[in-house]
């Protein structure tokens, strides 16, 4: 076993992918310098620039061109370079790639890895910090899925490019440098969520690097004799109900906590199908960002942020604010 | 036109598809307004039938073409067939698309038919895209993207043939010039001219008449055999004009008053090829003869269809996704 970086591992997953299968390419702005992160360092010089395409800033020809590529047989991995700039290629993706083949009646196939590195990285500022699984989430047709750590990031990109339908691939960008343990031969199903950590008192459940920051507060938690137990979802379509309705079951206690706007985010989907199944002792809370914008000033972007403290202290209430 | 080589059989072909695809709209019009057995919209391409006619006779089986929400004619010139294509338009089981489609979505994947689209101007980038899977997969196949003059005004217009243009690849975009976007004049919403566009892209264009199906299929037959030999995108204008409205309900009082009748008068591509083909000395009845043929046909593909029943209830769910599929889980 290796360790190593949350962008090496997926770049790893890449290049095992191409050298399988010559039909795998990767399509996107600078990949031939490596990508703006760093995570396609290297490839360009094993691959070739025309399986490590460079590509003209424009985010909808990437997306579209893509897409065509998948339709004439081969199995493109789309670099969008940040989540919020995929939203230039809404249609392509919504769309187009989505719902091909449904409208063609199961003609076709899109099998894509859209990679959209997202969410929040010191003063990026209100276009470049966003988090926008839920919207995809409520996409058919698409698979959606939040890696947050190396190991998963090797696997699910693995599973991703394996997979015939169009998965969109958010990679959390303030983890890039995360180094972690890759077991190269541990596979990843989506819609399996990881246990993070078990506990009886009170479910955690999130996403992305949201999931760390609730291993980082379960540590807090149990210091101050709460056990928390934390579920990574990975995926978020399809996600893990039976892995949270068997730990709420377990806990009584649900906290559902994502980077994400609050308002209208995947932690309303996940606490109201939880609520719709399963009792609970105390009434089921999310936690995510105001319904405000990604300011530059640290003190500003702060007031969007969740973090771990704050992640103890909303289960830390629910302890205590239990119904007698 | 100088007749003394014109190739009468390739005429009578070419007349035969076209008097298709206007049957097949015909028909699909008199279903939609006699019978309400169409369900949605559909988009008539009644004047425009040389551009497709013209330009898919050049292709081969396995060479790609996308078209747009305007595509009945590019789906039956590409090799589709007629009591699919009907289906699909009624919505019933059997149809291209199992019915799901409609005319707005209409693809044949067996002929290399990617897609109609109900966006426009979003075939554009798919259709580079199909291009460049077949120089990464090194075939020897072209794709065509057909597209409305309207559609140049949109983004992917620009991304698309610049994309082409950067990577190298085997397409020819075909500019359906009918002058009109829905009810504007198109040129009253475009700065410059689309060809200059496609021009200072780096395109080699040419701009054809694009209702003179004998001269743009040999047109054609030279793009499309330069585009294979040498992998390089070209852009073609085919200025043509749609004789009926934007849909088949579409009025089209937009219109300066006469002008469509004078356009049909003199443009219609089926009345300008049945004309030579008279100089040449081929009867009327045997022109009649074709018409009626292909007016039969587009009956029996609408008698099948009419018969045809809606696609199982369960199917409504299937072909979404593998992962994930509504199928085993919508909630
Ligand atoms: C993105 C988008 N905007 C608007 C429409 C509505 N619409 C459908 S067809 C059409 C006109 C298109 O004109 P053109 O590209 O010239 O094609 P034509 O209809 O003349 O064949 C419009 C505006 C649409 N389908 N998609
Ligand atoms: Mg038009």
Redesign the interface.
């Known amino acids: 076993m290796a360790v190593m970086s949350y962008a090496d591992a997926a770049k790893l997953a890449v290049a095992e992918a191409m050298r399988d299968d010559p039909?795998v390419?990767c399509v996107g702005e600078d990949l031939g310098r490596g990508g703006v992160f760093k995570q396609y360092t290297g490839l360009v010089e094993e691959f070739g620039p025309?399986?490590i395409?460079d590509?003209?800033i424009?985010e909808?020809?990437i997306?579209?061109?893509?897409?065509?590529?998948?339709?004439?047989?081969?199995r493109p991995i789309v670099e969008m370079r940040f989540a919020d700039f995929a939203l230039c290629a809404t249609?392509?993706l919504v769309?187009?790639i989505a719902k091909?083949?449904?409208?063609?009646?199961?003609?076709?196939r899109a099998p894509m890895v859209i990679r959209k590195p997202m969410g929040m990285w010191r003063s990026s500022a209100a276009q470049h910090s966003q988090s926008l699984e839920s919207w995809y989430a409520h996409i058919?047709?698409?698979?959606v899925c939040c890696p947050a750590t190396p190991q998963d990031n090797y696997s699910m990109m693995k599973a991703a490019i394996a997979?015939?339908?169009p998965v969109v691939y958010l990679e959390h960008k303030n983890i890039w440098a995360h180094e972690g343990e890759v077991d190269t031969t541990k596979a990843v199903e989506?819609?399996k969520a990881a246990l993070r950590r078990s506990g009886q008192h009170v479910t955690l459940v999130s996403w992305s690097h949201t999931a760390n920051l609730c291993v980082e507060a379960a540590d807090t938690l149990a210091r101050q004799g709460v056990e928390a137990e934390v579920i990574d979802l990975r995926s978020l379509?399809?996600w893990d109900?039976a892995a949270v309705f068997d730990s709420v079951r377990k806990t009584g206690r649900l906290l559902v906590a994502h980077e994400a706007v609050s308002v209208a985010g995947f932690g309303a989907e996940v606490v109201a199908?939880v609520a719709q199944n399963i009792p609970m002792k105390t009434l089921p809370k999310r936690l995510g960002s105001p319904r405000g914008l990604i300011a530059y000033a640290p003190n500003l972007e702060d007031q969007m942020r969740v973090t771990a403290p704050m992640i103890a202290k909303a289960a830390q209430d629910m302890m205590e604010n239990e119904p007698a | 036109m100088n007749l003394s080589n014109f190739d009468q059989d390739a005429g009578l072909r070419r007349l035969h598809m076209m008097e298709r695809i206007r049957a097949f709209e015909e028909t699909a019009r008199r279903a939609a307004i006699d019978e309400e057995l169409v369900l949605g919209a559909i988009h008539l391409s009644i004047g425009q039938e040389a551009v497709a006619t013209g330009i898919i006779e050049n292709l081969r089986r396995d060479d790609?073409i996308?078209s747009t929400h305007r595509g009945h004619g590019h789906t039956l010139a590409k090799g589709a067939q007629a009591d699919a294509m009907m289906k699909e338009l009624l919505g019933r089981e059997g149809?291209?698309?199992?019915?799901?489609?409609g005319s707005m979505?209409i693809?044949?994947?067996?002929v290399r038919m990617?897609?109609a689209?109900?966006?426009v101007g979003?075939n554009?980038?798919?259709?580079?895209?199909?291009?460049?899977?077949?120089k990464?997969?090194g075939g020897d196949q072209i794709v065509v993207c057909f597209f409305g003059d309207g559609a140049s005004n949109r983004?992917?217009f620009?991304?698309?043939v610049?994309?082409a243009g950067?990577?190298q690849l085997p397409i020819l975009f075909v500019c359906e010039d009918n002058q009109y976007s829905a009810s504007t004049l198109t040129s009253d919403m475009t700065s410059g001219n689309i060809a200059d566009r496609a021009r200072a892209l780096g395109l080699r264009t040419t701009e054809a008449d694009g209702n003179d199906v004998t001269a743009l299929a040999a047109t054609a037959a030279e793009i499309t055999a330069r585009i294979r030999e040498t992998g390089t995108p070209e852009f073609l204008m085919a200025k043509t004009y749609r004789i009926s409205g934007h849909t088949y309900f579409d009025p089209a009082t937009y219109r300066p008053e006469g002008e469509a009748e004078r356009m049909k008068a003199t443009t219609c591509p089926i009345a300008r090829l049945r004309e030579t083909l008279s100089e040449t000395g081929v009867s009327t009845d045997e022109l009649d003869g074709l018409a009626q043929e292909a007016r039969a046909e587009m009956d029996r593909a609408l008698d099948a269809a009419r018969d045809a029943p809606w696609p199982a209830d369960e199917t409504a769910f299937?072909?979404?996704?593998?992962?994930?599929s509504?199928l085993?889980?919508a909630?």
Request: with cysteine; proline share 5%.
């Open positions: 039909t390419w025309q399986r395409s590509a003209p424009s909808a020809a997306m579209g061109a893509a897409f065509g590529a998948a339709m004439a047989g081969t249609d392509e769309n187009q091909a083949r449904f409208m063609f009646g199961g003609q076709s058919p047709g698409l698979v997979c015939d339908d989506f819609g379509w399809p109900k199908t | 790609y996308l149809g291209c698309c199992g019915g799901k489609g979505h693809a044949d994947f067996g990617l897609g689209n109900g966006v979003a554009i980038t798919i259709a580079a895209g199909a291009a460049h899977g077949i990464l997969l983004g992917p620009l991304e698309g610049n994309w950067v990577f299937a072909d979404v996704q593998d992962i994930g509504p085993q889980e909630f």
